[in-house]
Each structure stands twice: as structure tokens, then as C-alpha cells.
């Protein structure tokens, strides 16, 4: 038996797992201070109940990510300071962002995670770590598909140039 084998918690991390746990959580701090921010200029219910599920789930992330860093002896990232409540009707109008706005910001952040999640699962070499992430990328793709439905219900979604007319195939 290597140094690879057993319990997979007790292996050493490489540096690329310590890199991507490291920024997984830096990443998920900054989530949880944005996302509290946009829930107070968010005016539609439905997109505060998604924002307090990514904050939740970023949340969770950080903590986790934190106890695999500080359990290997490396320090986590600080934690961001709270950030003060504000209500929507005191935010002047031309600094408010609006519902659309936050619902597409949500939306491409989602998928740049999707793909951070694949990145680091695929260079993972402690099974634990990869799970972890598998387990994130799962959450995330259900978060997106609500955060779709949600923009495209509510008329937020602008979609990319469509194809509506298909070239003919010609047979050879």
C-alpha cells in the first residue's frame, strides 16, 4: 500500500487541490456578500427565494471547503464582514440593480461554477475531494435550471441569436 490508499480524508492534498479548495471558498465568501446585496435590490419573491438558496449553498461550501483546508494545516481565506441591511425603496432608482440584471448575473455565475466544479473534480486525485465537488456541480446544475426557468417564465431571458431556419440537407 502507497501513500494513496486507505481513508482518503488522511492522504496529502497536491497543490492544485489546495489552490482550488482554497478559491472555492474565497469564491463562495464573495458569493454569499454579493448575493445578500443583490436580495436587497430584488424586488420578485421568487428570485429572492433562489438567491437565499445560492447564498445557503455558498454558504455550505465555504464551510466545508474551510474544514478540509484547516484540517491539512493550511489557513482558510477571512470571511468578509457582514454586510449592512438596506431596503429596496431606499435605494435610489439609478443605482438599483434590477431583477433581470441579477437574475442573468445569478445565471452566468452558475454556469462559470458548473465548470470550476468539473475542473476540479477532474484533477482530483483524493476521491473525497472530487465527490465534494461532484456533489457542488450537482446543486449547482439544479440552481441553474430554476434560475432558467425562473428568466424565462418572468420574459428575463434573452436568448443568443436562434436558428429558426435549418439548411436542407442534400444527399450525397
Sequence with gaps: MGIL????KDEPLHYGEVF????????AKGCISVYRAYQY???DKDLKKILGDLINQAELEAE??????????IAPSPTLPARPEAKLEEIPVGARIT???IASLVATDTAASLVACSMV?????????GA?????????AALGLKILQMSKEK???????LQIKRPELVEA
Design 64 to 73: 466545508e471547503c474551510d474544514q478540509i483546508l484547516t484540517h491539512n494545516g
Design 41 to 43: 435590490h430584488a424586488g
Design 99 to 101: 431583477d433581470q440584471e
Design 20 to 27: 482550488d479548495i482554497w478559491s472555492s471558498s474565497v469564491k
Design 155 to 161: 420574459g428575463w431571458l434573452v436568448p443568443p441569436p
Design 5 to 8: 490508499s486507505g481513508n482518503s
Design 132 to 140: 465534494l465537488f461532484g456533489k457542488y456541480h450537482a446543486t449547482k
Design 121 to 129: 473534480m477532474g484533477k482530483s486525485i483524493r476521491v473525497d475531494v
